[in-house]
């Protein structure tokens, strides 16, 4: 039983799949402390991520969010949703993200800020200049290797002194080039453990293609330093840690189409009453439910009673089997997905009972269902997505009071070409330190131009402009070429004060600019709150 806030720590290993654990795969397990880790743990075999590469990791095991059309944290705007980073967060819990590269690669500084994140390593100290990877032909480096991202990450920690804490890492070594510190010694790893398991016969056909196996014996040390390293620090003890990869490692080729999604996942803590390892089907869609019921159910944290999540929690039953995973390829299609223990890709059905082996399957009533449920899946993802219709205001801000600040709706009208359109002003009778804004509009158009602006411009008691902002979507700027026809659009946004926007007697004026075709508007309705 939890009789305290544990601190809760995610270690994502970058490109670490489920065949490291498969004997049949390779000659010995090339992750020998995860391996021993995973039997001293709560462990899943059949753990799948949700895209072939990193740009879903972090919605999908952060958030439990749905794709957007190229990924979610790569929506222009993102939606408002809830995730464990923000609701513990709003428990006084503190968190950080450690990662030894650039923190916007695929949105992921977007994206956690939005989630409220506290800490972001986006500064290295000067002593750690000699310590980048090698650079490539062109000059570019991914970043420092994942010891010295440990390293910096417990610099700050002790820098802070902040309990309890929220700790995401996203580590970077294994991926290509696979620049590795001290490669000899992790070489001499490699030969230790083949004559261990009798196996050093094999050692001249690893050595061929040595660099991906050398940076999982690195990623494994250097998982254990991190482990042992809370240990010293008396943090180990009220630790939660889960541990899992991004996605498989592509260098090693592919045993089939599943198998790119197939990763460990592994939940340790000193606070498990019993480990076990599992053969349900999970995703990273299941684990932030299942930790924020965790501490929920010890009534440790408070939540909003309603969630929106992708996943339903991980499951322990392993003759439970009702998971519905979609799946997004590298190129941000959705083309095949997981349910139950059916694998369906390109009209092409398969059963499997690990994430590394399928077969073929004749069954045409369930290839059927299933393709029918995947394509109902991607129109429901894109309509929220790029309508946020993901979690209404009142779950994300349950613990503040959102109050009204204005309900508009304007008349039909007809606006000119070149002619900005004025649609309403408000003052405001209060300071508000957030303001979130929700358009819907139904208008219908002559020409395929742009979409004009929707706009508001912010003026402070002396009628001076103090700052404007554009609210679109990828909806809104993508259909702009159906002429004749009336389409619906819903815009969202929520805006900070950032200490003058939104103080008493400002005015917001809301205007279409930018207006080069002619437009019929039908509806055109304004909902604005805030929270004071």
Same mark, same amino acid.
């Given at each position: 039983?939890?009789?305290?806030?544990?601190?809760?720590?995610?270690?994502?290993?970058?490109?670490?799949?489920?065949?490291?654990?498969?004997?049949?795969?390779?000659?010995?397990?090339?992750?020998?402390?995860?391996?021993?880790?995973?039997?001293?743990?709560?462990?899943?075999?059949?753990?799948?991520?949700?895209?072939?590469?990193?740009?879903?990791?972090?919605?999908?095991?952060?958030?439990?969010?749905?794709?957007?059309?190229?990924?979610?944290?790569?929506?222009?705007?993102?939606?408002?949703?809830?995730?464990?980073?923000?609701?513990?967060?709003?428990?006084?819990?503190?968190?950080?993200?450690?990662?030894?590269?650039?923190?916007?690669?695929?949105?992921?500084?977007?994206?956690?800020?939005?989630?409220?994140?506290?800490?972001?390593?986006?500064?290295?100290?000067?002593?750690?200049?000699?310590?980048?990877?090698?650079?490539?032909?062109?000059?570019?480096?991914?970043?420092?290797?994942?010891?010295?991202?440990?390293?910096?990450?417990?610099?700050?920690?002790?820098?802070?002194?902040?309990?309890?804490?929220?700790?995401?890492?996203?580590?970077?070594?294994?991926?290509?080039?696979?620049?590795?510190?001290?490669?000899?010694?992790?070489?001499?790893?490699?030969?230790?453990?083949?004559?261990?398991?009798?196996?050093?016969?094999?050692?001249?056909?690893?050595?061929?293609?040595?660099?991906?196996?050398?940076?999982?014996?690195?990623?494994?040390?250097?998982?254990?330093?991190?482990?042992?390293?809370?240990?010293?620090?008396?943090?180990?003890?009220?630790?939660?840690?889960?541990?899992?990869?991004?996605?498989?490692?592509?260098?090693?080729?592919?045993?089939?189409?599943?198998?790119?999604?197939?990763?460990?996942?592994?939940?340790?803590?000193?606070?498990?009453?019993?480990?076990?390892?599992?053969?349900?089907?999970?995703?990273?869609?299941?684990?932030?439910?299942?930790?924020?019921?965790?501490?929920?159910?010890?009534?440790?944290?408070?939540?909003?009673?309603?969630?929106?999540?992708?996943?339903?929690?991980?499951?322990?039953?392993?003759?439970?089997?009702?998971?519905?995973?979609?799946?997004?390829?590298?190129?941000?299609?959705?083309?095949?997905?997981?349910?139950?223990?059916?694998?369906?890709?390109?009209?092409?059905?398969?059963?499997?009972?690990?994430?590394?082996?399928?077969?073929?399957?004749?069954?045409?009533?369930?290839?059927?269902? #299933?393709?029918?449920?995947? &394509?109902?899946?991607? $129109?429901?993802? /894109?309509?929220?997505?790029? +309508? !946020?219709?993901?979690?209404? %205001?009142?779950?994300?801000?349950?613990?503040?009071?959102?109050?009204?600040?204005?309900?508009?709706?304007?008349?039909?009208?007809?606006?000119?070409?070149?002619?900005?359109?004025?649609?309403?002003?408000?003052?405001?009778?209060?300071?508000?330190?957030?303001?979130?804004?929700?358009?819907?509009?139904?208008?219908?158009?002559?020409?395929?131009?742009?979409?004009?602006?929707?706009? #508001?411009?912010?003026?402070? &008691?002396?009628?001076? $402009?103090?700052? /404007?902002?554009?609210?679109? +979507? !990828?909806?809104?700027?993508? %259909?702009?070429?159906?002429?004749?026809?009336?389409?619906?659009?819903?815009?969202?946004?929520?805006?900070?004060?950032?200490?003058?926007?939104?103080?008493?007697?400002?005015?917001?004026?809301?205007?279409?600019?930018?207006?080069?075709?002619?437009?019929?508007?039908?509806?055109?309705?304004?909902?604005?709150?805030?929270?004071?």
């Amino acid at each position: 039983k939890l009789k305290k806030k544990p601190n809760v720590v995610f270690v994502i290993i970058e490109s670490f799949g489920g065949r490291f654990f498969n004997p049949k795969k390779d000659p010995i397990c090339f992750a020998p402390y995860l391996d021993s880790l995973k039997n001293k743990s709560l462990y899943w075999k059949n753990c799948f991520s949700t895209a072939e590469r990193t740009f879903s990791v972090l919605p999908s095991t952060l958030g439990s969010l749905p794709y957007g059309a190229k990924g979610f944290s790569e929506i222009d705007f993102l939606p408002e949703h809830l995730s464990i980073t923000s609701l513990l967060k709003s428990n006084d819990y503190y968190g950080s993200f450690f990662y030894g590269g650039w923190t916007g690669f695929h949105g992921m500084e977007r994206l956690l800020k939005k989630q409220n994140i506290d800490y972001m390593t986006q500064h290295y100290p000067a002593k750690y200049k000699d310590k980048l990877m090698k650079k490539d032909a062109n000059g570019f480096s991914w970043g420092y290797p994942d010891g010295e991202m440990i390293n910096r990450s417990f610099e700050v920690m002790d820098s802070l002194q902040k309990k309890p804490m929220l700790n995401i890492y996203l580590t970077l070594s294994t991926h290509s080039p696979f620049s590795i510190p001290n490669k000899p010694q992790h070489i001499e790893t490699i030969k230790n453990l083949l004559a261990k398991n009798n196996k050093s016969d094999q050692l001249d056909d690893i050595l061929k293609n040595s660099d991906p196996y050398v940076s999982v014996i690195y990623a494994d040390k250097c998982v254990k330093k991190l482990i042992n390293t809370y240990k010293e620090k008396g943090l180990y003890d009220n630790t939660i840690f889960v541990i899992t990869g991004d996605h498989f490692m592509h260098e090693l080729g592919a045993e089939n189409a599943l198998e790119i999604y197939n990763v460990p996942l592994i939940v340790h803590s000193p606070l498990l009453k019993k480990h076990e390892n599992f053969d349900a089907i999970v995703s990273h869609h299941d684990v932030t439910p299942s930790l924020i019921n965790l501490l929920k159910n010890h009534k440790l944290i408070n939540t909003p009673t309603i969630f929106d999540w992708m996943g339903y929690g991980l499951e322990t039953n392993n003759k439970i089997n009702n998971k519905f995973i979609p799946l997004m390829q590298n190129n941000k299609e959705i083309v095949s997905c997981i349910y139950r223990d059916y694998f369906y890709i390109n009209n092409e059905l398969y059963r499997f009972k690990t994430g590394q082996y399928i077969h073929p399957s004749k069954d045409e009533g369930m290839k059927k269902k #299933i393709a029918e449920r995947l &394509e109902n899946f991607k $129109k429901v993802n /894109y309509n929220i997505c790029s +309508n !946020d219709l993901i979690t209404p %205001l009142e779950h994300i801000f349950f613990n503040q009071e959102l109050k009204e600040i204005c309900k508009y709706s304007s008349p039909e009208f007809e606006t000119e070409k070149s002619v900005d359109k004025k649609i309403n002003t408000i003052e405001l009778t209060k300071n508000y330190k957030k303001v979130f804004f929700d358009f819907s509009l139904k208008m219908s158009y002559q020409d395929t131009l742009q979409n004009p602006n929707i706009m #508001i411009n912010i003026l402070n &008691e002396k009628n001076e $402009k103090i700052d /404007y902002f554009m609210f679109k +979507n !990828d909806k809104y700027v993508s %259909l702009h070429d159906k002429v004749n026809k009336y389409l619906e659009f819903h815009i969202t946004r929520t805006i900070d004060n950032n200490g003058k926007l939104f103080n008493k007697k400002n005015k917001l004026v809301f205007i279409i600019q930018d207006v080069r075709k002619e437009i019929k508007m039908e509806k055109f309705k304004i909902k604005i709150q805030g929270i004071e």
